[in-house]
């Protein structure tokens, strides 16, 4: 069975320019998250949809959007590219809100800004 | 705000040693606290517990949970060079919100 998977593997923009950044999820799988890891921190969270709804947001500025598609997979949207943005971007998958499920992650999408 | 702090930040021990990884938290409305091993990208799942004073156990690593005092270790027994990694802690609150600490790297030298 596939793992997350998210595409592309790196992503190189200039400041100002717009991003896009695709997760599909496990099979069966309804929560997909969206972190963000720059260079020596720890995952900050962007995102969380489920059932194609946005179920909550991190601190981060409106720029950073998405959406899940009805076949639960989902796009990260970053526009007015800024250097900061540099990073990890990665995308988790769960069976569904229950809290106790754990989270599978896949192996991101480097996105430089230059 | 959540506040989840993972200690040392970094640590380089020999195969063979025993480390212990600390993680303390601040989170309203706790739930869980889940341990990830993150060695590339992708972090992958260690270890979830709900309740204080349960060992979980995997191989040589291990993981306690206090809730009263708010904190949680992860333990290496007879480590290895591929236990080289980044240990994430996230505790989750009842929203099902996870707040990851920074990690700690870990590097064993053979």
């Known amino acids: 069975e596939a793992g997350v998977t998210q595409s592309p593997t790196h992503l190189i923009k200039t400041r100002g320019q717009q991003a896009t950044l695709r997760c599909s999820p496990i099979?069966?799988?309804?929560?997909v998250y969206w972190y963000q890891q720059a260079l020596g921190l720890g995952l900050q969270f962007l995102l969380w949809?489920?059932?194609?709804?946005?179920?909550n947001r991190g601190n981060f500025p409106p720029r950073f959007s998405g959406r899940q598609f009805p076949n639960y997979s989902s796009e990260l949207n970053v526009n007015a590219l800024e250097l900061e943005d540099s990073a990890l971007y990665l995308c988790?998958?769960?069976?569904?809100?229950?809290?106790?499920?754990?989270?599978?992650f896949g192996s991101g999408t480097q996105l430089s800004v230059l | 705000e959540d506040k989840v702090v993972q200690s040392p930040l970094s640590l380089v021990v020999h195969e063979g040693d025993t480390v212990t990884l600390n993680c303390s938290y601040e989170?309203?409305?706790?739930?869980?606290l889940l341990w990830y091993k993150q060695e590339k990208k992708a972090p992958t799942f260690l270890f979830m517990l709900?309740?204080?004073?349960i060992e979980k156990k995997s191989g040589r690593l291990s993981s306690i949970l206090d809730k009263k005092e708010l904190f949680s270790i992860l333990n290496i027994t007879a480590t290895q060079t591929g236990d080289s990694a980044i240990y994430l802690c996230?505790?989750?609150?009842?929203?099902?919100?996870?707040?990851f600490g920074g990690g700690t790297r870990l590097m064993v030298k053979p």
């Open positions: 988790a998958s769960s069976l569904d809100t229950g809290l106790d499920e754990k989270l599978f």
């Open positions: 099979s069966g799988h309804t929560s």
């Open positions: 949809y489920d059932e194609g709804e946005e179920r």
């Open positions: 989170v309203t409305n706790f739930r869980s």
């Open positions: 709900t309740s204080s004073g």
């Open positions: 996230a505790p989750r609150d009842a929203g099902n919100m996870l707040t």
